[in-house]
């Protein structure tokens, strides 16, 4: 009695599982599979959260993206059918939309930066000489983005320090209009210059 209760306990347990594998296996797309099978992820990880090489180049925002992908993809393994290639395609896509918008949105923070910044703190967040203190590696960068944020609308006094040095200077309002931009400017900042 009790084995045939711990029998039945353990089948059950059994069908249980592979209900959750079945359930997980036919939820993922045609497409996730025919990058599993193909194992592009296990020779190139993170291939698809970035645009793939040449993508951003030849892309602008509303053409086609589909047969670039393809393009590329069948480019870099001719072997690759094109049914696979394009079941691989569905399951870029998506992901390849989202890397192209943060790349687009960090070439407008760094043109933004070209223009508003570099002048003064350098191409490179470099600083000069002992006129303008240096953004990389300097600890404002990694402030509360509140702090970072008022620096951009309202401008800084001195006197302040700058990687152990000190400034007394000022910055008047640089001009970045409140909202979205600063925002994307503050994420380029901190990407570009954080570490020094
Ligand atoms: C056995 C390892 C391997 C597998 C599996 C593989 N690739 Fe590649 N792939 C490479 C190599 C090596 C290159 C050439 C890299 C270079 O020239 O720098 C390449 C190049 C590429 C390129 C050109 C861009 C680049 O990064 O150089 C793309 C796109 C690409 N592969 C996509 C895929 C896709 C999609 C799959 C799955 C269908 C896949 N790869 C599977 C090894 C692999
Ligand atoms: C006209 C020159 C000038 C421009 C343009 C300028 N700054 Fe500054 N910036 C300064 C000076 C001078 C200081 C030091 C102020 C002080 O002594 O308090 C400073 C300080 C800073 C600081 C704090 C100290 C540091 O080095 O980390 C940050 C952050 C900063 N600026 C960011 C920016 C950003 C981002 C832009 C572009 C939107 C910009 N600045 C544009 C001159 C400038």
Redesign the pocket.
């Known amino acids: 009695m009790r084995l045939g209760l711990k029998l039945t306990a353990g089948i059950a347990v059994f069908i249980g599982l592979l209900a959750v594998i079945f359930y997980i296996e036919s939820s993922n797309t045609a497409g996730e599979q025919s990058v599993r099978t193909h194992g592009c992820l296990l020779c190139h990880p993170g291939l698809f959260d970035t645009p793939l090489p040449g993508i951003a180049e030849q892309h602008s925002p509303g053409t086609p993206l589909r047969p670039l992908l393809t393009e590329a993809i069948q480019n870099a393994h001719s072997a690759i059918s094109a049914d696979a290639a394009a079941r691989i395609v569905e399951f870029a896509l998506p992901r390849q939309q989202q890397a192209l918008a943060l790349n687009h949105q960090t070439d407008a923070a760094q043109a933004?930066?070209l223009a508003?910044?570099a002048?003064?703190?350098g191409t490179h967040g470099e600083?000069q000489d002992d006129?303008?203190?240096?953004?990389r590696g300097?600890?404002?960068?990694t402030a509360t983005p509140s702090r970072?944020q008022e620096?951009?609308h309202r401008g800084?006094?001195?006197?302040?320090t700058?990687r152990g040095k000190e400034?007394?200077?000022?910055?008047?309002p640089?001009g970045?209009p409140p909202g979205e931009e600063t925002e994307q400017?503050i994420l380029f900042?901190r990407q570009q210059f954080a570490r020094p």
């Open positions: 933004l930066y508003k910044c002048a003064c703190h600083g006129r303008y203190p240096p953004l300097s600890e404002w960068l970072l620096i951009l800084l006094q001195g006197p302040i700058v400034w007394n200077a000022t910055m008047l640089p970045i400017l900042l």
